[in-house]
């Protein structure tokens, strides 16, 4: 079955950087898109954007630009974000979900369980 | 690429059906049919109920089913059961690689 496992809880300070993990199973990881996307305390879903996984071009959501960035080791199926400068308004839950196909347009049909970056002085 | 647009709120009793609106523009719901919706209970992980607009994902009631009329999108629950108390989140591809989440509606059963 499909599984996405991501890494866990981070605790940073403002200005630091901090890099977390979605490991996937259970399917070939290149033949599906992997998105990303974040919720705040309290707040609704946001898309962040998506990584292609046979070609690893990532796409970015408009405010998502510049400190997020996508990467992926497929030797391991794993895709990884990095957020450099975090602010406090950065503290949320990243999710990792696979797209349907491997366009990047149709839905997300498996989410990660989520990983809870905490930004606080 | 501004956010979806959906109530706040949506309430029924126990057997009856609601609809929730998701409305975006001609960008967006008006010209792609891949709008999905997603069941989020709280503390839990978002789960995909409906995908291109009106198609349901191997083991979703069939009580859940979606349409969409122009710019907007709706999501039915019909025979509201305690079990389906939570957030509903719609989406959409809005060309270019990009796509959006709508605000969120709290489902609550009377």
């Known amino acids: 079955q499909v599984q996405l496992v991501q890494s866990g809880s981070e605790l940073r300070k403002p200005g630091a950087s901090v890099k977390f993990s979605c490991k996937a199973s259970g399917y070939t990881f290149t033949s599906y898109v992997m998105n990303w996307v974040r919720q705040a305390p309290g707040q609704g879903l946001e898309w962040m954007g998506w990584i292609n996984t046979h070609t690893g071009k990532p796409t970015y959501a408009q405010d998502f630009t510049g400190r997020f960035v996508f990467t992926l080791d497929t030797s391991v199926s794993t895709a990884y974000v990095q957020i450099s400068s975090l602010k406090t308004d950065d503290t949320a839950v990243y999710y990792c979900?696979?797209?349907?196909?491997?366009?990047?347009?149709?839905?997300?049909?498996?989410w990660g369980q989520g990983t809870l970056v905490t930004v606080s002085s | 690429q501004s956010a979806l647009t959906q109530p706040a709120s949506v309430s029924g009793s126990p057997g009856q059906s609601i609809n929730i609106s998701c409305t975006g523009t001609?960008?967006?719901?008006?010209?792609?049919?891949?709008v999905s919706w997603y069941q989020q209970h709280p503390g839990k992980v978002p789960k995909l109920i409906i995908f291109?607009?009106?198609k349901r994902p191997s083991g979703i009631s069939s009580r859940f089913s979606g349409s969409k009329s122009g710019n907007t999108a709706s999501l039915t629950i019909s025979g509201l059961q305690a079990e389906d108390e939570g957030d509903y989140y719609c989406s959409s591809y809005a060309g270019s690689g990009i796509s959006v989440f709508g605000g969120g509606t709290k489902v609550t059963v009377l």
């Open positions: 001609s960008g967006d719901v008006g010209t792609y049919n891949f």
């Open positions: 291109e607009a009106i």
């Open positions: 979900a696979r797209g349907r196909d491997s366009t990047g347009w149709d839905a997300l049909d498996n």
